[in-house]
């Protein structure tokens, strides 16, 4: 397991540099974590910042139900710890240029730390670059950017691992044989990536009777549907089970099963606790889904970035829990915005 995670990390070691954040007094921030790995549980999120800080939030999509989660637990932070949050999101999902523009926008804004969740692993290199050469700390939250820069922490799960646990609770459920549809997110976001590897890789090694095929459907519900119809015509019965490794494409792949007449023969998973998935666990349409502790991701982040200001030591990866989420344990880790809100 600490191969895995230590795959996230750079070696080194750039300890601080010298910020003038408008007209406040040059102080020293910490730019790049300490060389360590901390669980999310064992992170001290008690901290005082010694500044009126003001960090800037940017998400993939501010209407995703996973990302106003994000936003909700960022706020909460900020509120606790008596710093300025603002948050920002591309007005279309996943857009990459747009959320370029806006990292560039926050050079000259005068925040003094941003907390990212890339729309696309690499190609948010430059601006990221820009934000570090000015001395502005960058926090990746749920998604890994470039890992080459100096970056502060990210928080999030091992992706590998989660696809590991998605590829392992649905083998069991398979009994180990069967066709299995695997739903990837947007290509080039590490998310999709690594865990669509993670599943490809356990079910290669653990299940030798289960034929998986990966296919793209960006996160979105109506081309989960639509791939789902087409593996349902290309497969027919052997069609056995879909995971879907993010978004809402699994809720789609449900539509598709339910209207094909085989509700009782294949399984579907989700990924997130937000309303979709929510409802479609406590319906019995999906098997599970899975928690990737969406709340603590944001707002360890906000912590994160407030310890760097204070120019604080900070771990260069901060692990969130993954947990399989079905019937048994689902209200206890619910996720949606109004459970977050009154956490």
């Known amino acids: 397991m600490k191969k895995m995670l230590l795959m996230f990390l750079v070696l080194g070691l750039v300890p601080c540099v010298l910020f003038a954040a408008g007209s406040r007094e040059a102080r020293e921030v910490t730019m790049v974590g300490t060389d360590t790995v901390v669980e999310a549980v064992n992170f001290d999120t008690n901290v005082i910042p010694n500044d009126d800080y003001t960090i800037a939030v940017v998400v993939k999509s501010a209407a995703i139900p996973v990302w106003e989660s994000h936003l909700i637990a960022a706020r909460k932070a900020g509120e606790d710890l008596g710093v300025t949050v603002l948050d920002y999101a591309p007005s279309r999902a996943d857009n990459v240029e747009e959320q370029k523009r806006i990292l560039e926008d926050l050079i000259t804004t005068g925040v003094d730390a941003v907390v990212l969740a890339p729309a696309n692993t690499e190609a948010v290199r430059g ?6 050469r000015a001395g502005i700390p960058v926090i990746y939250d749920n998604t890994m950017g470039p890992s080459d820069v100096d970056y502060l922490t990210y928080v999030g ?46 079910v290669a090694e653990y299940f030798p009777n289960i034929y998986a095929e990966k296919a793209v459907s960006n996160w979105q519900f109506d081309e989960g549907r639509r791939v ?26 449900v539509e598709a099963v339910r209207a094909a007449g085989m509700s009782d023969s294949v399984l579907v998973s989700g990924f997130d606790v937000q309303e979709p998935q929510y409802a479609a666990v406590k319906s019995g349409d999906e098997v599970f889904t899975v928690s990737q502790g969406v709340y603590e991701q944001a707002y360890m982040s906000v912590v994160a970035a407030v310890k760097a200001l204070n120019n604080e030591e900070v771990p260069r990866l901060i692990t969130t829990p993954i947990v399989i989420v079905d019937q048994t344990n689902l209200d206890a880790m619910d996720e949606r915005p109004e459970a977050l809100r009154n956490r």
């Open 127 to 132: 601006p990221v670059q820009d934000l570090i």
């Open 228 to 253: 789902t119809e087409d593996y349902i015509t290309r497969w027919g019965n052997d069609l056995k089970a879909v995971v879907a490794v993010g978004g809402n494409q699994a809720e789609g792949a």
């Open 157 to 202: 799960v091992d992706n590998i691992q989660v696809g590991y646990e998605i590829a392992m609770a649905m083998g069991k459920l398979m009994g180990g044989e069967g066709n299995l549809l695997v739903l990837e997110g947007v290509p080039g976001q590490s998310t999709s990536d690594l865990r669509t590897k993670g599943i490809m890789d356990a």
